[in-house]
Every structure is written in C-alpha cells, then in structure tokens.
C-alpha cells in the first residue's frame, strides 16, 4: 500500500523560506506525477505545484510563481516545495499527492487525485 509522508513544515516570519519533502513508499515512484496542494482554513484544497512523472512538466498556480520550485529526486522518492518570500496568506496545511502517469496541470481536481495523499504538513507565516 503507498504512502505520502510530508515533512518540513514550521513557522516562519514573512520574507522567510521552508522546504517541504514528500517521501514516498509503496508505489512505482518513476511513474507518477506529483502534486502539491494546500488547504487554509475555511477554504477549498487548492494546487500550488505540480511536477510530472519524467520531471520535465513542471506547474505553478500564479499566486506563488517566481517564489516556489518543486523538485523530485527519483533515487530518493522524494518530492520538494522549496518556498521563498513567504507571506501570511501562504499559512495553510500542505499536502503532497501522486497520480499515475502524466498530468496536464495542477488544479485541484479530486476526481484525479483522489488516491494518494500524505497527512499535510502545517505551514504558518506570520507578518
């Protein structure tokens, strides 16, 4: 059975940077492409980035290009969400999730990714 374990989340003052890592088990991890997506309180699940299954794709939502890279690193099944000059609006749980085979983009769909996710890791940005 997979499975997605987020970590690297924490606090951070606004301007600061955080690296999220997603690790994965239990799954072909050559062969999916990955997500990540963050849910603030009292609002919908959202994508952020996205990086296909050959790594070549890569997806930003426009409110955080130029401030966030996604990485994968296949020998590690790993995952990244390098985050720069965060603001108090990027404060939300970040999940990370994986979809077999490619993807096209990185709205949040939950009839496409609906199988695997991790548990979130909390973000806060405080100004």
């Known amino acids: 059975q997979a499975h997605l374990v987020e970590s690297g989340g924490g606090s951070v003052q606004s301007g600061g940077s955080l690296r999220l890592s997603c690790t994965a088990s239990?799954?072909?991890?050559?062969?999916?492409?990955l997500g990540w997506f963050r849910q603030a309180p009292g609002k919908e699940r959202e994508g952020v980035s996205c990086?296909?299954?050959?790594?070549?794709?890569?997806f930003y939502t426009d409110s955080m290009k130029g401030r966030v890279t996604i990485s994968r690193d296949n020998g590690k099944n790993t995952v990244y969400l390098q985050m720069n000059s965060l603001k108090p609006e990027d404060t939300a749980i970040y999940y990370c999730?994986?979809?077999?085979?490619?993807?096209?983009?990185?709205?949040?769909?939950?009839?496409?990714?609906?199988?695997?996710w991790g548990q979130g890791t909390q973000v806060t940005v405080s100004s």
């Open positions: 999730a994986a979809v077999e085979g490619s993807i096209s983009g990185c709205e949040y769909d939950p009839l496409f990714w609906s199988d695997k």
């Open positions: 239990g799954l072909r991890f050559d062969d999916y492409s």
């Open positions: 990086i296909s299954w050959s790594g070549r794709n890569t």
